[in-house]
């Protein structure tokens, strides 16, 4: 009797091993957790395989079972953004489950879509100052030299991230080296005599920071009651601001400046403000590496996002908070369709196109607010920060029930939808 030919069964490629590479592949550049489940199925259907994904922060489990395959383990990073990759990878799934493709043609798509480069560092560096720049016009920087400098800064910034990222140094670090940078620019500004624009100059190169996309990826899996990673996902965004703040008041503080608590944040006139949301949004759209081809939905969406916006406070004479609901929403409700038509994460397209409604300047003002308590509890302290908090608390939520209520329903719609063909 032969004996089998065990070379063969340990060389032959396992479609499981396939899915797993794939779900990893969306999971570490920003694709929000329902879509990579959906993914899975898709793909499981265009192999003929039977695979359950399990997802946790740190790690991915496929359990092939019902294949009579042994579970399937992989570590994940799910810290990275990048468009591209998730584009691409989930063109591949949608041939595999259009079919027929071969499983060596679906490993080669989605290894292709693996190295995908980011955006080019001078192309990353450019958004970074461009957008930092729309931001400081939005909130109101009537001073040329203060958009100039805000953009520098987040240039700056953007240049030592990536620098600091081809030697292995961690997302914490760059980004308090970066928002470092921007507190001494902002000192700067201000024995430049920029007066109110020197708050815009040192916060809005911090909000080019802001991980955006992995808050609205913690809070769809919380609405799903996927506590642990939600809850990973956002502690994972906390930290991450934690050392924005951290370096931006350093950086104001070794220059012997602080951040102002005081003071109203400026509105731009319509024109200018719809403009440089259009702006904003294509820088970030850059940011996270999104195939250029489809940054004019981002784009579209912050223009109309921003005219409703500025139509509910200035017109309509809604509060702050319930305007960024307005808007989000309306972005949720254009969006969220596209990405499913476009198989592109949402969280990224859609904090492109609201990025400049963050609450970016309450949220530091309210932290420096905290840490001058500590030498000066004046009554007008108190009640300026405790301001600041309260908008930024309720913007901020206002901001994520406005994107995450319409993917929500998506969701529910796709489940149901995937009922009645079973």
Do not use: K
């Not at 957790?33 to 496929?62: E, F, K, M, Q």
């Not at 906390?238 to 350093?250: C, Q, Y």
């Amino acid at each position: 009797m032969s004996e089998p030919n065990t070379g063969d069964q340990v060389e032959r490629p396992d479609p499981l091993r396939t899915v797993l590479d794939a779900a990893v592949l969306l999971q570490n550049n920003g694709q929000s957790t329902s879509t990579t489940l959906l993914a899975v199925d898709r793909l499981n259907s265009g192999l003929g395989v039977h695979g359950v994904l399990i997802p946790s922060w740190a790690a991915l489990i496929l359990d092939g079972t019902q294949d009579r395959s042994p579970a399937l383990v992989a570590a994940v990073t799910p810290t990275g953004i990048n468009m591209r990759r998730v584009s691409a990878a989930m063109r591949t799934i949608d041939r595999a489950e259009d079919g027929p493709l071969d499983l060596a043609e679906v490993r080669t798509g989605i290894a292709a879509a693996a190295i995908l480069p980011p955006a080019h560092p001078a192309a990353f560096a450019m958004a970074c100052a461009t957008g930092a720049g729309a931001l400081a016009v939005i909130f109101g920087a009537a001073d040329a030299r203060a958009v100039a400098l805000a953009a520098a800064s987040a240039a700056v910034g953007g240049m030592i991230r990536r620098a600091l990222g081809r030697y292995g140094v961690g997302v914490l670090v760059q980004a308090f080296a970066a928002a470092m940078v921007a507190g001494i620019v902002g000192a700067v500004a201000v024995r430049l005599h920029l007066d109110a624009s020197a708050g815009v100059v040192a916060v809005c190169p911090a909000m080019v920071l802001v991980p955006g996309p992995h808050i609205l990826n913690g809070a769809l899996d919380l609405i799903s009651l996927r506590i642990s990673l939600g809850l990973a996902r956002l502690g994972y965004a906390a930290m991450v601001l934690t050392a924005i703040a951290t370096g931006l008041i350093f950086g104001l503080h070794i220059c012997g400046q602080g951040l102002p608590v005081t003071g109203s944040v400026a509105a731009a006139a319509l024109p200018v403000d719809v403009i440089a949301a259009a702006v904003a949004a294509a820088s970030y759209s850059v940011y996270f590496s999104m195939p250029y081809r489809m940054m004019v939905w981002p784009v579209l969406a912050g223009m109309l996002a921003h005219g409703v916006h500025w139509w509910a406070l200035s017109v309509a004479g809604t509060g702050v908070a319930a305007a960024a609901l307005i808007a989000c929403l309306l972005v949720g409700i254009t969006l969220v369709p596209l990405s499913h038509f476009l198989r592109m994460p949402f969280a990224a397209i859609g904090f492109a196109a609201v990025v400049a409604l963050v609450p970016g300047m309450y949220v530091f003002r309210t932290l420096s607010g905290i840490l001058q308590l500590q030498a000066n509890a004046s009554t007008e302290l108190l009640a300026a920060t405790a301001s600041d908090s309260a908008v930024a608390v309720s913007v901020t939520a206002a901001m994520a029930v406005g994107l995450v209520l319409p993917i929500w329903v998506r969701d529910i719609l796709v489940r149901r939808a995937d009922h009645r063909q079973q």
